[in-house]
């Protein structure tokens, strides 16, 4: 059985409407047909996030969260994800991980989002934090996705190590002592990342690199982190003063 390590990037919305997608991406009407807006979506619930693949660079479709063995079927994924998890892959490791190196040479994807969720640790308890740019735009995300049958995908979100920004918020080390963040690819390479013909030189660059767009982040409801509760409303996305922290980020 395959391992991987577990951090807390697995927390991300979508809010932006269908047009704004489609002229970002240059995505056809027609495929934003299976689209559905979200607030919140955790990695390990049944709704689908949505990616653009490599090979189909403008068609936009949705993919369940955790990549599984091509040889796997999609009933299997609560099990396997209780065993393995593999919502986020490890951006150091994917060439010689048996599970991803496949992915990251012939199976690459975006993950869109407008902003996602990151704990910071104080006092003994997690403070959610929204994070997002400033300007509120939608960013591509590095991810590597399966296909399980026909138009059945699911995907693993890659993270690297964190800069010193995401270090302040998302303040807990994983099991290798690292800190991490999600690999939120630069607009101007999102296109080299869906690449076909990209050369592994050219990949790992890529696995090194991170976007110039500057972040705004905030504190949000506990919600966030409730499995009890369905966080998929507008107003998870409302600033939540802790007076405890002192300090908004």
Same mark, same amino acid.
């Given at each position: 059985m395959f391992s991987a390590i577990i951090v807390m990037c697995y927390h991300i919305s979508l809010t932006k409407k269908d047009e704004t997608i489609r002229k970002r991406f240059d995505i056809a009407q027609s495929d934003l047909n299976v689209y559905t807006p979200f607030y919140h979506r955790n990695g390990f619930e049944q709704e689908a996030i949505y990616i653009i693949k490599d090979i189909e660079p403008f068609n936009f479709r949705p993919a369940y969260w955790g990549m599984l063995p091509e040889s796997y079927n999609l009933n299997e994924r609560r099990a396997f994800l209780k065993k393995s998890n593999t919502l986020n892959a490890r951006a150091e490791g994917l060439l010689e991980s048996p599970l991803f190196n496949k992915s990251?040479? %012939? /199976?690459?994807?975006?993950?869109? !989002? *407008?902003?996602?969720? @990151?704990? %910071?640790?104080? =006092?003994?308890? $997690?403070?959610?934090?929204?994070?997002?740019?400033?300007?509120?735009?939608?960013?591509?995300? !590095?991810?590597?996705?399966?296909?399980? *049958?026909? /138009?059945?995908f699911t995907v693993s979100l890659i993270t690297t190590l964190a800069n010193d920004y995401f270090k302040k918020i998302h303040n807990k080390k994983n099991n290798l002592g690292e800190y991490r963040m999600p690999l939120v690819l630069d607009e101007s390479d999102e296109c080299d990342w869906l690449d076909? /013909?990209?050369?592994? @030189?050219?990949? =790992?660059?890529?696995?090194?690199?991170?976007?110039?767009?500057?972040?705004?982040?905030?504190?949000?409801?506990? *919600?966030?982190? /409730?499995? %009890?509760?369905?966080? $998929?409303?507008? =107003?998870?996305? $409302?600033?939540v003063n802790y007076p405890e922290l002192h300090t908004l980020f």
């Open positions: 990251i040479e %012939h /199976n690459r994807c975006l993950i869109l !989002a *407008d902003g996602f969720f @990151e704990p %910071h640790g104080f =006092n003994g308890q $997690n403070y959610p934090h929204y994070i997002t740019y400033k300007d509120h735009s939608i960013m591509g995300i !590095a991810g590597i996705y399966t296909e399980l *049958d026909d /138009n059945v076909t /013909n990209l050369q592994i @030189e050219q990949v =790992n660059e890529l696995l090194s690199s991170f976007t110039n767009k500057e972040f705004e982040s905030y504190t949000v409801s506990k *919600d966030v982190m /409730n499995s %009890h509760v369905n966080s $998929n409303y507008s =107003n998870i996305l $409302n600033k």
